[in-house]
């Protein structure tokens, strides 16, 4: 089953006195099945936000269909089933973590039992069980975001929203949040996350998709993704200082730096790249696996100009 499906999703905005229309997204088609980890990616611009908030009903859309659960996304009762952590959340910082989690508890119309018992294993889950009475004036940014998606997984919903969600975060705060988002993975539940961090979705998400311009340009399962564009990075430097032709034939790619050459070829080539290196003496210095999430994404974005 699909947790959401997107169809030609379109939304344009009006911009100053002149009605400027900006078109953040554009016929745009997802879908997200049931129990994955999905990465929504894209510059910035690109009109992931405004598809999340387009999810949640929180803008009106001007064209397409939003199906949750299979249910149209106007249904209110199935926006229950949504947790949810904006980009920049916002919180009243008088109130500490358990007064903060209690006020939005009632929101839910969760009882009080429920929602002490509930906050306490959220907030140990998060990290912040320690200082869960101290003002949120006092919290730093990556404990706003732990709180924030510990809010988030309140109603203990079926399908995750997190917009950035480690953004903010020194790289253990990372760690730990991708750790916990992997556990809410093992427990089903269905994460759809945008995110600039490629290392860490590559780490985290089975399913892309990469937005430009509010269109789709690239989707698939990362692993295949990743397998299609499995290339080796191998630096050399050669004996007279020049790319011997052999080696420049056998390449995807080449560039210099000084004395230093660099050659890009896919992994099917890389006995034959080195056994011709070999044999042109040259002195091999590194060779690295290419083909990371990054590298896609920049060459996915380079490729349909700005
Ligand atoms: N309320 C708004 N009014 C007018 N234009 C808007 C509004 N919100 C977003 N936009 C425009 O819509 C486009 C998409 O913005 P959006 O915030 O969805 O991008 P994003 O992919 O989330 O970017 P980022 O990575 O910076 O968070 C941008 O051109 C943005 O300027
Ligand atoms: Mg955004």
């Known amino acids: 089953m699909l947790a959401l499906y997107l169809e030609e999703l379109t939304k344009t905005y009006k911009l100053g006195f002149k009605r400027t ?165 093992k427990e089903g539940k269905t994460i759809l996350l945008s995110s600039h961090l490629l290392t860490e979705v590559e780490k985290l998400c089975d399913q892309i998709a990469i937005i430009h311009k509010g269109k789709l340009v690239l989707s698939g399962l990362t692993e295949e993704l990743l397998r299609e564009r499995e290339k080796v990075k191998i630096h050399f430097k050669s004996p007279n200082k020049k790319l011997p032709a052999s080696i420049k034939k056998l390449a995807a790619k080449t560039s210099q730096d000084g004395a230093v050459f660099t050659v890009e070829t896919p992994s099917s080539k890389t006995n034959d790249l080195v056994r011709e290196l070999i044999k042109q003496r040259c002195q091999i210095i590194s060779i690295k696996p290419g083909g990371s999430l990054e590298e896609i994404f920049i060459e996915t974005v380079a490729g349909y100009g700005n």
């Open 21 to 185: 229309p900006i078109k953040a997204v554009d016929s745009l088609y997802l879908s997200v099945p049931e129990g994955s980890t999905f990465g929504l990616l894209g510059p910035n611009g690109a009109g992931k936000t405004t598809t999340i908030k387009a999810i949640l009903n929180l803008i009106k859309i001007d064209r397409g269909r939003i199906r949750i659960f299979g249910e149209d996304h106007y249904n209110y009762q199935v926006r229950g089933k949504i947790g949810f952590l904006p980009e920049q959340p916002y919180f009243n910082l008088s109130l500490n973590a358990l007064q903060t989690l209690n006020f939005y508890g009632q929101l839910f119309r969760m009882n009080q039992s429920e929602i002490r018992k509930r906050s306490f294993h959220l907030l140990e889950e998060v990290g912040l069980e320690e200082t869960s009475h101290l003002p949120l004036s006092k919290y730093s940014k990556g404990m706003l975001q732990r709180l924030g998606l510990a809010l988030a997984l309140l109603n203990n919903p079926s399908l995750l929203i997190l917009d950035e969600p480690t953004s903010g975060l020194d790289p253990v705060g990372q760690v730990e949040i991708r750790n916990l988002l992997l556990k809410l993975k």
